[in-house]
């Protein structure tokens, strides 16, 4: 009985069509049905049309009130489904099993009218009304199944009362050329009962793929969770219940903190794997009702359905929060990795889908702002910060190639020669409507919107043409960012850009942090060996804030730290302080490597630091940071900046 049930509601695994999940029937019933529509009115205007024939015809008959009466009954009831059709023009994604089997119903509704013309007509009309009857029914028996054949089982449903009708009248006559007849009707019957089945597994099988293939664009291939625009089509249909029936939901926008360093330190390939225990993490903390997506990189997005009060709302944010508490591990390596997380509410937020994702992502840059690890709800300033940093990226894209990029010189001074040895280039951004905007605001833009690679190469390139013209023994200090030792042409562009200014590569030096060694370490130290055979000088800037400070001296072909400015800050006053910078003063002696204290501003500093012999102090005890021109005269009169003892 399941079984004739299941054929009924349109299963066709039964016929060798393909088994689907509930969500693909509900689809594909929905697309049957869709396409059963779009003859609908046609196929029921012939219907009426043919009715008309016959009960003109049938007024000669010996029961002329027996057409009429079938003639009203066919037409009552093409007029009632060509007017539903009407009324029903939206096309539907998704029908029951129930729609399916009214269809089945009413398509053997319809064959078992068509069947009675010749039960009630045949035996007792003329000649002529016998073939009216005979072409009748067979025209309209293949019409049907053409028009029912996106439903395979209404179709057949269809054509078994007819072609038993006609099969029954003549082989109720004891004639062998009416058994012919009946034969050939049965024929009929089977060659339309193949070609429906097999047009609708046709169809089905389109489907399939349409399916499949609309899943995988709405999907994330690395964490299978809907991406972006899956997560669209899931707020329309919120924002669709919200309209219908005030039910209210919560959109959360999430992204990793600091997962940028993750990739740099170790690799994409790692922080893949963060990203699926990321996605299995999110899944864990929501109810069955709510949906979780991927929208790119590492942020994701919660649509908490029902949620309609911020309690609700900080209760799901607790537990992601709670959720992200536990390290992750990969291949063996544990990180400590939060979350930041901004909220919007439905309707008090927004109606519209990317009204909401856009607030709560105003939300999240303010929880990023206000210290990470955090959530925060949608309020009116938020959009503002985001518009404000947007527009600076715009801004920064157009600024790049232009004298709105300049540099400026931070003089290096030696505590041995007592004289300025070289130069730190520092880039700056004069914005012609806002002025001046400090490096840590437009640097970390650079880096998140892939503009560091062009922007890295304009600062080597301008700062080597004015290196160029200062004496042979200036050098010259420029930072490089983790995302430009990512490229591989950055051998290619070093020494392509000195070849250019003809500087000598034993002039040049380049910053680094211990993150270029740990992102792709093999690749990272090939390249900077390859670099210190040419004659470029290798500094690690940052020196005791990161956590492989060793590992990173032991494979790296260094040639200098440079002491952190929160260290050389408080060496006069601190004793921990002056420990650790005594301890790397001891330790780059043993190694022979050279040493640059950053950030020295007062007498006491540069006295601590001559005492203990390190070779090199920054600050602005020394100079504030030069212009072109500037450092140019003071790289020709080294001598006239002078803290000697």
């Known amino acids: 009985m399941s079984a004739l049930i299941k054929i009924l509601s349109g299963d066709q695994s039964y016929f060798g069509g393909p088994v689907l999940d509930a969500e693909d029937a509900a689809r594909a019933r929905a697309d049957q049905i869709n396409a059963l529509c779009r003859y609908t009115r046609g196929i029921m205007v012939v219907n009426i049309v043919n009715a008309i024939v016959f009960v003109a015809a049938g007024l000669q008959s010996e029961h002329p009130e027996l057409s009429v009466l079938w003639g009203f009954a066919v037409i009552l009831y093409g007029s009632y489904f060509y007017l539903r059709a009407t009324r029903l023009r939206v096309a539907v994604t998704q029908m029951s099993e129930r729609t399916i089997r009214r269809a089945v119903f009413n398509a053997f509704l319809l064959g078992a009218l068509w069947s009675l013309l010749p039960v009630l007509f045949f035996d007792d009309g003329s000649q002529a009304l016998q ?7 067979t025209g309209y028996l293949c019409g049907g199944a053409f028009v029912l054949a996106s439903i395979p089982i209404a179709a057949i449903a269809f054509m078994m009362p007819i072609v038993g009708s006609l099969a029954s009248i003549f082989l109720g006559r004891n004639e062998p050329l009416h058994y012919l007849i009946a034969l050939l009707m049965f024929m009929y019957l089977f060659v339309l009962v193949r070609a429906v089945v097999s047009h609708g597994q046709e169809m089905l099988a389109g489907l399939v793929g349409k399916y499949s293939a609309q899943r995988e664009a709405k999907e994330d291939p690395l964490t299978r969770l809907p991406n972006r625009a899956g997560l669209v089509d899931t707020l329309q249909k919120a924002t669709s219940r919200l309209n ?8 959360l926008y999430l992204d990793l903190d600091k997962f940028k360093e993750v990739n740099d330190e170790l690799g994409h390939i790692a922080g893949d794997q963060i990203l699926l225990q990321v996605a299995e993490r999110l899944n864990s903390c ?14 994701f997005a919660i649509v908490g359905h029902g949620i309609s009060t911020p309690k609700a709302a900080v209760m799901l944010a607790d537990r992601i929060l709670k959720a992200f508490a536990a390290p992750f591990f990969v291949e063996g390596v544990r990180r400590v990795s939060s979350t930041s997380i901004g909220i919007s509410l439905a309707p008090s937020d927004g109606h519209l889908p990317e009204v909401l994702l856009r607030n709560a992502d105003a939300a999240l840059y303010r929880a990023k702002r206000d210290g990470r690890g955090v959530y925060c709800f949608y309020e009116d300033e938020d959009a503002a910060a985001v518009a404000n940093r947007r527009a600076l990226e715009r801004d920064l894209r157009v600024a790049i190639g232009t ?21 730190e280039a520092l880039v700056r951004w004069t914005h012609p409507q806002r002025g001046p905007i400090e490096p840590t605001v437009f640097i970390p833009i650079a880096e998140e919107a892939g503009l560091m690679q062009e922007l ?30 990512r490229s591989d042409t950055i051998h290619d562009v070093i020494m392509g850009t000195l070849a250019a200014c003809g500087m000598d ?31 470029v000088q290798i500094s690690l800037d940052d020196f005791g804030t990161g956590y492989s400070s060793l590992t ?3 494979k790296l072909p260094l040639n200098r730290l440079k002491i952190d400015r929160s260290f050389v800050a408080d060496v006069a006053t601190d004793p921990e302080c002056a420990w650790i910078v005594c301890a790397v003063l001891g330790l780059a002696a043993n190694m022979q490597i050279g040493v640059t204290a950053e950030g020295a501003e007062t007498a006491q500093q540069i006295d601590f630091l001559r005492l203990h012999q390190c070779d090199e102090v920054q600050g602005f005890i020394i100079s504030r940071p030069l212009s072109a021109v500037d450092a140019n005269k003071l790289a020709h009169d080294r001598y006239r900046v002078n803290i000697a003892a």
């Open 552 to 554: 990173s001296l032991r």
């Open 244 to 251: 219908r029936f005030g039910e209210p939901f919560a959109v």
């Open 505 to 535: 590569p034993q002039r040049l030096e380049i910053e680094i942090t211990e993150s270029v060694f740990m992102a792709q370490a093999e690749r990272a130290v090939s390249i900077l060996e390859g670099l210190s055979r040419l004659g």
């Open 403 to 423: 004298n709105e990029i300049f540099l400026e010189y931070q003089p290096i001074y030696s505590l041995t020669a007592n004289c300025v040895e070289g130069f």
């Open 286 to 299: 929501i109810r069955d009702s709510d949906t979780v997506a991927r929208l790119g990189g590492d942020e």
């Open 131 to 137: 073939l009216l009857v005979i072409c009748l029914c």
């Open 456 to 485: 890295g190469e304009q600062i080597l390139l301008a700062a080597c043409r004015e290196a160029a013209a200062w004496p042979a023994h200036m050098r010259l200090a420029v930072n490089f960012s983790v995302t430009q030792f």
